[in-house]
């Protein structure tokens, strides 16, 4: 048993639903209580869906145990069949069917259908939403896939992870088939968003993979290469770096000589290397998301602007091995948690400049008055924006560079502060106008004097000189905190 | 005077109910476990801790939107594989896991044990857990259980169970005290400053709400106690009171001018409030009412609304829109209808009106397409889709969420139903 305030991850059944929402002509049907159909308003009101998500819920009640759940779950199957005629049907229960032990896939399969029945068994108890859509997948994937039957011709590859509810999948989606398309390399099918049962049984006529969210697509394309010998990429092209290194994999996998590709797009290296980006040197940045998105963080922080990372971590851990790699290599503890309450401390003892993370991070962000930029799931109705917003290739970077370095003070308004501390405008209080102020704690900690010289601080650093000096202060037993101390902590923090 | 110093009033006859068609099949509502969104605010010394799955925690964030507070007022024991192979004994689990909440937070003073479908389903028994920690904790803190679970509650009716869970903790009313009112049901404070000032003008003066602000201030209640629902989804707390000797005066529900006046009536005629008095109090807010509703009448009558099953709320609502908006009900679909605590407003709704109990959500939704209502107001899963498909919705989980009782809130509560429709026509102009 644990304790849980917030989850970064749904149950598993939800990433069930995230692949079944994605496709077409499939439908889900799923042993829960009525409570679970909560899970329709992620993709109804979160992704603003306009169509309900292809699922039908027995919604069993009490009155149903012990006599009939089994029957229920029968009738409901075959109406749901009549009703929406998918060309398969996906069933499996959620965590309080998986307890009744109905065996949803025996049940439907007796139902003798004409189309196929795909069962999928999520252990509700020990995992999670994630590997709910890996898991998904894979048995979808497991089921309709058919071997190879044309012959190779020019290059060909299938995307994979793409799903319903996914940080950016829909922008990213058209980056990456972009890109392909200027290296040669056709696309064969793309899974599980917009693929039809149908269109998965040809996943076999590609020549390789491309795996997009190695988080949902890494267990379907492990066995597509056992099964078919196809390769995937191991590359996910977020930043520029990584752009050109993807691009570089897709060229050798599918045979081409490696070709420069047409950078003019990519703004984000020129933007970094402007002068006004100096003051972006060394900032300190705490990351904290998927692991796909929080090892893309770590690296184009710090490699292609310039940051210096203060802290990583991840609540995928199926990913650890990665993630405790990564912080090695910048000299950081890895946090691998799914505990909100942790992950919060863990900021709060960094103070960084800036925070990369979910909306839970923007949440603890905000109270803690520290810049933040969205960069991974779970997902909140902004991650969703009008406009086309990608996280991957030259102008996902642009993305990145607008969205990581716009909370932060431009430089010269960072000036002026400093400059003209006692202006009407700049004066102490002012703050930068997209950012939420901190509450400055109510303190008798403070002598007057040292509290009025702490006003003199720009306000991006005030928060953390308060903390700092209140630490300083309290690890010495300093009270109150005088002018002295202040200067004292200054200097103490500056070594 | 009567021996209670109150009069029994007479029931409205349950003859005149009208046709309702019941429906099985697929639901679309949230679990019992939803009301702890607003109950976390509404009792500020409460914690709420649901022992349930990853799913229920899921619920909890996804219904509560956004994430506003650092630490909310209610958490989830997620239970693991460990509890269910009985690898860990799961009571000692929770023990540990509520010491170590009460540590975290001392401010605490109750603290609710929340059952969900799967605690049920494993047949933890939270009411036991409940008076173990009860003895491992008092007085600081009290420890009570309810279930919001999927499988016996719907929505609102987590509000009915909870309350129903603090009804033996209230004190007992002594038997020689002044005869009290209750009112009964989660309201918005500025809705119940209002309430108790009509009250106290119509010199009804013992009046106390359920659920309290804070969990020290649980009012008395005995034989000389009588009390007025304030929602109509409180079935088992309304038993629960009526055990403790209480007694319920029926009446319509605080929703609209009528409603409003009406429910205080039943409260003017059991104190013996003359009527003088009690038009007096009530004639101007209730004219204010009925002038603040004008300019919605104006734009919704003749309006066709279908409401989906969701709160209990449909019906009271529905008889408001007819009576005081001049709406036409298309159908009025409601979870469960209690025949009993809703006999006045059904003998108010126009006859004939289609009132369908339960649900089958497909089918539902194919009348709903096929009589293209003006209006429909359903949950959050159906809004999006239908206005897809060009209907125009009202989500229903804002009318738990928004002040819509009394004289005060009439008007407000028309402009929930003006607002899509004003949207829908600036946007096509
Ligand atoms: S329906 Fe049951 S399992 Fe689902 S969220 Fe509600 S209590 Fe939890
Ligand atoms: S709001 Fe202020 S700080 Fe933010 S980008 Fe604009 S000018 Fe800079």
Not at chain 2, 64 to 77: D, K, N, Q, S
Request: with cysteine.
């Amino acid at each position: 048993m644990h304790l849980s305030v917030w989850t970064y991850e749904g149950p598993p059944h939800v990433g069930a639903m995230r692949v079944a929402t994605a496709m077409q002509g499939l439908h889900y049907v799923l042993h829960a209580p009525q409570g679970d159909t909560y899970a329709d308003l992620l993709f109804t009101m979160i992704e603003r869906q306009g169509r309900r998500p292809p699922v039908t819920y027995t919604t069993f009640q009490a009155r149903d145990l012990g006599g009939d759940t089994a029957e229920l779950f029968k009738r409901s199957a075959q109406a749901a069949y009549e009703r929406f005629r998918p060309e398969a049907i996906l069933v499996g229960a959620s965590c309080t069917a998986e307890l009744i032990q109905d065996d949803p896939g025996g049940l439907a399969r007796a139902l003798g259908l004409p189309v196929p029945v795909v069962a999928v068994e999520l252990p509700s108890y020990s995992k999670r939403e994630n590997w709910g859509a890996a898991e998904t997948f894979y048995q979808l994937v497991r089921a309709f896939a058919q071997p190879r039957s044309t012959p190779r011709g020019s290059p060909r590859c299938n995307i994979l992870g793409p799903t319903a509810l996914g940080f950016r999948h829909r922008d990213d989606l058209r980056e990456v088939i972009a890109l392909l398309e200027r290296l040669g390399v056709a696309v064969n099918v793309v899974a599980p968003l917009g693929a039809r049962p149908a269109d998965l049984a040809r996943l076999g006529e590609a020549d390789f993979n491309v795996v997009l969210y190695p988080e949902v697509a890494n267990t379907a394309a492990a066995w597509l290469k056992r099964q078919f010998g196809q390769p995937s990429t191991t590359t996910v092209p977020i930043g520029v770096a990584a752009t050109r290194a993807f691009a570089a994999e897709v060229a050798q996998l599918a045979g081409l000589p490696a070709a420069m590709l047409d950078e003019a797009e990519a703004r984000s290296p020129w933007y970094a290397r402007s002068v006004d980006s100096n003051y972006l040197n060394g900032k300190r940045v705490f990351v904290f998301g998927d692991a796909t998105h929080a090892l893309a963080a770590a690296r184009v922080a710090t490699v292609e602007f310039g940051f210096t990372l203060a802290g990583l971590g991840s609540y995928s851990r199926e990913f650890g091995r990665e993630i405790r790699q990564a912080a090695e290599q910048h000299g950081v503890a890895p946090l691998l948690t799914e505990d909100y309450l942790e992950v919060e401390a863990a900021i709060a003892e960094c103070q960084p400049d800036l925070v990369l993370g979910t909306q839970m991070e923007r949440h603890i962000a905000k109270r803690l008055g520290i810049p933040c930029a969205v960069i991974s799931a779970p997902v909140h109705v902004q991650d969703f924006p009008a406009r086309h917003s990608p996280q991957m290739g030259f102008e996902g970077a642009n993305v990145l560079f607008d969205t990581w370095v716009h909370p932060l003070m431009m430089g010269l308004e960072e000036h002026l502060l400093g400059m003209f501390r006692e202006d009407f405008e700049f004066h102490a209080e002012a703050a930068p106008s997209h950012l939420p102020q901190a509450a400055a704690p109510a303190t008798g900690l403070w002598t007057a004097e040292a509290e009025k010289e702490l006003t003199k601080i720009p306000f991006f650093v005030r928060g953390k000189a308060r903390r700092n000096t209140e630490r300083y202060a309290a690890e010495r037993g300093i009270q109150p905190i005088t002018l002295e101390a202040l200067y004292e902590a200054k200097a103490h923090h500056a070594r | 005077m009567s021996s209670a110093g109150i009069l029994p009033r007479a029931a409205a006859p349950l003859a005149a109910l009208p046709q309702v068609l019941a429906e099985r099949g697929q639901r679309e509502v949230f679990c019992g476990l939803t009301g702890i969104i607003w109950l976390h605010r509404k009792m500020q010394d409460a914690f709420f801790l649901v022992v349930g799955s990853r799913t229920c925690a899921h619920l909890l964030q996804s219904a509560a939107g956004v994430m506003i507070f650092a630490e909310p007022r209610f958490a989830t024991a997620i239970l693991e594989e460990r509890d269910l192979a009985g690898m860990a004994d799961a009571n000692e689990e929770l023990d540990k896991v509520v010491g170590r909440l009460l540590a975290r937070r001392p401010e605490i003073r109750l603290l609710f044990l929340v059952g969900s479908c799967p605690s049920e389903v494993i047949k933890l028994d939270l009411g036991r857990a409940a008076q173990r920690l009860n003895q491992r904790h008092a007085p600081a803190v009290r420890v009570l259980n309810w279930s919001g679970s999927g499988i016996e509650t719907t929505f609102t009716q987590g509000e009915d169970a909870c309350l129903a869970a603090l009804v033996p903790a209230m004190p007992k009313l002594a038997a020689g005290a002044a005869p009290t009112l209750l009112v009964v049901g989660a309201l918005a404070e500025a809705v119940e400053d209002q309430l108790r000032r009509l009250f106290a003008a119509l010199g009804i003066g013992a009046v106390q709400f359920l659920p309290p602000r804070r969990a020290a201030e649980l009012p008395a209640v005995g034989p000389r106690s009588v009390f007025l629902l304030a929602q109509p989804f409180l079935a088992a707390t309304a038993q629960a009171l009526e055990q403790r000797g209480a007694r319920r005066l029926p009446a319509p529900f605080p929703l609209g001018a009528e409603g409003t006046t009406a429910w205080l009536r039943a409260a003017a005629d059991a104190f013996f409030v003359d009527q003088r008095r009690f038009a007096e109090v009530t004639a101007a807010a209730e004219q204010r009412a009925r002038h603040a509703l004008d300019g919605f009448r104006e734009r919704l009558a003749g309006k066709r609304v279908f409401l989906f099953p969701d709160s209990q709320l449909e019906v009271p609502l529905a008889r408001f829109l007819s009576r005081e908006l001049g709406m036409q009900l298309v159908e009025v679909g409601t979870p469960y209808l209690h025949r009993q605590h809703l006999a006045e407003e059904l003998a108010l709704l126009p006859p004939g009106t289609r009132l369908v109990e339960g649900q089958d959500v497909d089918a539902q939704l194919d009348r709903c397409r096929a009589a293209r209502p003006d209006i429909t107001v359903c949950g959050l899963g159906l809004a999006n889709p239908l206005e897809a498909e060009g209907l125009t919705t009202k989500w229903s989980i804002e009318l738990c969420f928004t002040p819509i009782q009394g004289y005060e809130q009439a008007a407000d509560l028309a402009e929930l139903f003006t607002r899509p429709l004003v949207r829908r026509s600036r946007l096509e102009s």
